[in-house]
């Protein structure tokens, strides 16, 4: 799968999401050193879809982009908390607070919640049971790491 097509995928099926207000709202904040929550967001889709083609793994595309899109959606920097949860703990809860975010603005469905609830597993207790959420969770440890070694810029 090139990019051309990767990208065309993630507008056809992420479109709302992307022009949603509080997703481009994301760009002001920072997730691994200098990479926005956007940018993370957009590349762990992008990374999931590459994942799921060079394994040949049949997933739900639609659904794989949007909770890879969405994986993150908690709207504040949580390198300095947001009055609930501080830095330390933001790796534990904020896949719970974006999974809040996301059903308030967005129709979801079965998958796309288990995607975004999933997504920090072992950290989170409960490991995903879908494929499409053990693919994006692969792919933001990925990202993650890329971007904290500040090899992906």
């Known amino acids: 799968m090139n990019k051309k097509s990767i990208n065309r995928i993630i507008r056809e099926y992420g479109r709302d999401i992307l022009s949603s207000k509080n997703f481009k709202s994301s760009h002001n904040n920072i997730q691994h050193g200098t990479i926005t929550v ?3 967001s ?12 060079a394994l040949k793994v049949k997933v739900r595309k639609k659904e794989l982009v ?11 920097d949580w390198h300095v908390g947001n009055g609930v949860d501080n830095q330390k703990l933001h790796g534990f809860f904020h896949p719970g607070i974006a999974l809040r975010n996301a059903e ?3 129709d979801l469905t079965v998958r796309e919640r288990e995607i975004i609830k999933k997504h920090m597993w072992p950290l989170t ?19 993650s790491l890329l971007e904290t ?3 992906r810029k």
Do not use: N, Q
């Open 66 to 76: 949007r909770g890879a899109l969405l994986h993150d959606f908690f709207l504040y």
């Open 104 to 106: 308030k603005e967005f």
């Open 125 to 143: 207790p409960i490991p995903p049971r879908c494929k499409e959420a053990w693919i994006v969770t692969l792919a933001d440890k990925y990202c």
């Open 42 to 53: 957009i590349d762990v889709a992008r990374a999931s879809l590459r994942i799921a083609d």
């Open 38 to 40: 956007m940018r993370h």
């Open 149 to 151: 070694l500040k090899i």
